[in-house]
C-alpha cells in the first residue's frame, strides 16, 4: 500500500518537472528576441536585397532588349517586429477516500505561447521626374572621370559611359537603328589605357564664377609616353603641344585645346549590355526581338563583348545570376569573370544617376509581409 501511494505521489511530480522544463525553454526563447536578432537579420535582409537587386537588373536588361519599359523599385526601408506571447494555467483535480487519503491526484497543467515576426517593408518606384533623372539623364562627365580615378579602367568606363568624344562615335545599339562604333574611338581607348597604366594624366578641378571646370593635365614622362600621347592628341585633334585641356560636355570640341565628351544616360547603358543578350532564335524567327548585331571593329580591336548573358528553356545550374521570362530562363554563368565584372559594374553605375532633389516627394510601396 505505501509503495502505491509513492507512486501516485511520485506522477505528478514528474509532470510538473516536464512541465517546468517546458516553461523555461519558452521564456527562455526571448533572448532570441531584442539585440541578438540584429546579427542574424542584418545579414540575411542584406542577402535578400542583394539577390533580389541583381535579379532586378538583370530582367530590367532583358526587358530592354524586347523593347520593354524597365521598371525599377527601390527598397526604402526594411522594419520587423517581434513579439512573444506566453500564458501558463496549472490546476490539481483529484478523488479522497474517506479517510482523506488521495486515491488519485492529477495536475493538470497548460502551456500556451504565440510567436510573431511581421517585417514591412517600403519600397519607392522609380516614375515621373524621378524616372527622367535616373535613367534619361546624361552621365556627368566629372562621375565618368571619378571611376577612372577610382581605378577603374579608363578604356571599360568610356566604352560603357561616353557616347562620344570630340566627334569620335561609340557603338549606338539598336532600339530603332544600329551604327558600329568609330575605328577610331577603340585606338584612342586603347591608347588612354596605356597612358592610365602609365599614370600619365590627372583630373583638375577649378572653380570659377561658382562654376565647376573640369581639366584633363598630363604629366611630362619618357619618350614612350609622348609617342602613345602624341595618338592620343592626333585622334582628338587637340594641340601636340599642349598638355592641359579643357572638358566639357558635348559631342564636339570648338577648339584644339578642349575635350568634348558626351555622356551616354542610364538607359542607354542599359540598350549597351542588352544588345549583347543571348536571344532564343524562336523568338528572333517571329519577330519578337531583332536579331543580335555584331560588333566587327571591337573584335578586330580585342574588345570583347561588354557582357554575355545566356539564355534557355531550363533553369541554369551555376548561375550567378538568372531570371525568368516569358517562358526562357536568362542569366550569367557563374564562371564567367568578365560578365560578372561588367554587370558589377553597371550595377555601380546606378550611384552615379541623379535620384531627385531632397524632399520631393515620391510614391511609396509599404508591404506587409505575413
Not at 520587423?80 to 493538470?108: A, T
Not at 596605356?194 to 572653380?207: H, T, W
Not at 565647376?212 to 602613345?228: D, G, M, R, W, Y
Not at 553597371?346 to 544617376?353: A, N, Q, T, V
Amino acid at each position: 500500500m505505501n509503495r502505491a501511494r509513492n507512486l501516485a505521489a511520485a506522477r505528478p511530480k514528474g509532470k510538473a518537472t516536464v512541465t517546468l522544463i517546458l516553461v523555461a525553454l519558452l521564456f527562455s526563447g526571448c533572448t532570441g528576441i531584442g539585440p541578438r536578432t540584429i546579427a542574424r537579420d542584418r545579414l540575411d535582409y542584406v542577402s535578400a536585397i542583394s539577390e533580389s537587386w541583381k535579379r532586378q537588373t538583370l530582367l530590367n536588361l532583358v526587358k530592354t532588349r524586347y523593347l520593354d519599359a524597365p521598371v525599377f523599385l527601390d527598397v526604402a526601408s526594411v522594419i520587423n517586429q517581434y513579439s512573444l506571447e506566453h500564458e501558463v494555467d496549472v490546476g490539481v483535480s483529484g478523488k479522497f477516500s474517506n479517510r482523506g487519503d488521495p486515491n488519485s491526484v492529477s495536475p493538470d497543467f497548460g502551456v500556451k505561447g504565440v510567436y510573431t515576426d511581421r517585417p514591412t517593408i517600403t519600397y519607392n518606384p522609380l516614375l515621373g521626374e524621378n524616372f527622367a533623372r535616373t535613367l534619361l539623364k546624361p552621365i556627368p562627365n566629372a562621375a565618368i572621370l571619378l571611376l577612372a580615378e577610382a581605378g577603374y579602367p579608363i578604356d571599360h568606363v568610356l566604352r560603357t559611359c561616353v557616347q562620344a568624344i570630340n566627334g569620335l562615335e561609340n557603338r549606338r545599339s539598336r532600339g530603332l537603328a544600329y551604327r558600329p562604333a568609330d575605328p577610331e574611338f577603340y585606338e584612342l581607348l586603347i591608347l588612354l589605357r596605356r597612358l592610365q597604366d602609365m599614370e600619365a594624366f590627372v583630373i583638375r578641378a577649378q572653380s570659377l564664377e561658382g562654376r565647376e571646370i573640369l581639366s584633363v593635365l598630363f604629366k611630362p614622362s619618357n619618350e614612350a609616353f609622348t609617342a602613345v600621347l602624341e595618338g592620343a592628341l592626333q585622334l582628338l585633334g587637340l594641340d601636340p603641344d599642349a598638355r592641359e585641356f579643357r572638358l566639357v560636355t558635348g559631342a564636339f570640341s570648338t577648339n584644339n585645346r578642349e575635350i568634348a565628351m558626351l555622356g551616354r544616360s542610364m538607359l542607354q547603358i542599359f540598350s549597351a549590355y542588352a544588345s549583347w543578350i543571348d536571344v532564343p532564335e524562336s523568338h528572333v524567327s517571329q519577330g519578337r526581338v531583332y536579331a543580335p548585331e555584331q560588333d566587327d571593329f571591337a573584335s578586330r580591336a580585342g574588345f570583347p563583348a561588354l557582357i554575355q548573358v545566356r539564355s534557355g528553356t531550363e533553369k541554369p545550374g551555376d548561375a550567378y545570376v538568372d531570371v525568368r521570362y516569358r517562358d526562357h530562363w536568362f542569366w550569367i554563368d557563374d564562371r564567367d569573370m568578365h560578365s560578372k565584372n561588367t554587370f558589377h559594374f553597371l550595377m555601380i553605375m546606378f550611384f552615379f544617376s541623379e535620384r531627385g532633389e531632397s524632399g520631393q516627394t515620391v510614391p511609396i510601396v509599404t508591404v506587409p509581409t505575413n
